[in-house]
């Protein structure tokens, strides 16, 4: 079974939280929870910068329910990095499939 809006929007919620929470953490874009066309799932994802020993770090954060549990799928990279590496990743999740 996929993910309603509804529970993929509480689980990213708790997630949000707890990384505004970090001191060093700003989340730059939130987006969904949104149906992911290749996927069937409905996803939502947080983008947000972290300052970690002196330098800046990007991520990208997609978060789906399936069966009940909560699935994280995290890029982080250097600042300078990001846009290719999100290009790589957004191939890698696209191709996501759960068995049922």
């Known amino acids: ?15 949000i939280a707890k990384l505004t929470r970090d001191k060093g953490t700003t989340i730059t874009r939130r987006k969904g929870p949104m ?19 002196g330098r800046e770090y ?19 990279v250097g600042a300078k990095g990001f846009e290719p590496a999100k290009e790589s990743f957004d191939r890698m999740f696209g191709s996501l499939s759960f068995l049922r």
């Open 58 to 76: 990007r991520y990208l954060e997609t978060g789906t329910v399936h069966g009940g549990k909560l699935y994280r799928f995290v890029l982080g």
């Open 1 to 15: 079974m996929g993910s309603t809006r509804g529970d993929v929007k509480a689980a990213m919620e708790g997630v």
């Open 35 to 53: 149906n992911h066309p290749e996927l069937g799932y409905e996803v939502m994802t947080v983008e947000y910068t972290k300052n970690q020993g």
